[in-house]
């Protein structure tokens, strides 16, 4: 079964920088669709951004230019690079992965919490 795992969430003033990873079993993500999304108390879930396993990635207007999501194909691994965080960051990203063209079809991690003071 696939299994997808984060880490990396943790609390960080304003301004700072915090990197997530998320970990998957198997060999996949090299052919896989790979997301972060989050979901802060009280609000629907957010798309974050995306990395298509053709190279693509795609970002909300709200995360670009601080923001960054990369893969590790080899280590079956994909990561979010998040700078200057804001309060308004605050709330539990998960990690998925799909194929084709639809995010909620696919696997999802537990989430790791992201808690950004001001």
């Known amino acids: 079964q696939v299994q997808l795992v984060e880490s990396g969430g943790g609390l960080v003033q304003a301004g700072g920088s915090l990197r997530l990873s998320c970990a998957v079993s198997?060999?996949?993500?090299?052919?896989?669709?790979m997301g972060w999304h989050r979901q802060a108390p009280g609000k629907q879930r957010e798309l974050v951004a995306v990395s298509s396993s053709d190279g693509t990635t795609t970002y909300a207007d709200s995360v670009k230019g601080r923001f960054t999501i990369s893969r590790d194909n080899a280590k079956n691994t994909v990561y979010l690079q998040m700078n200057s965080l804001k309060p308004e960051d605050t709330a539990n990203y998960y990690c998925?992965?799909?194929?084709?063209?639809?995010?909620?079809?696919?696997?999802w991690g537990q989430g790791t919490q992201v808690t950004v003071s001001s």
């Open positions: 198997g060999s996949i993500v090299s052919i896989s669709n």
């Open positions: 998925n992965l799909y194929w084709g063209s639809n995010p909620q079809g696919g696997y």
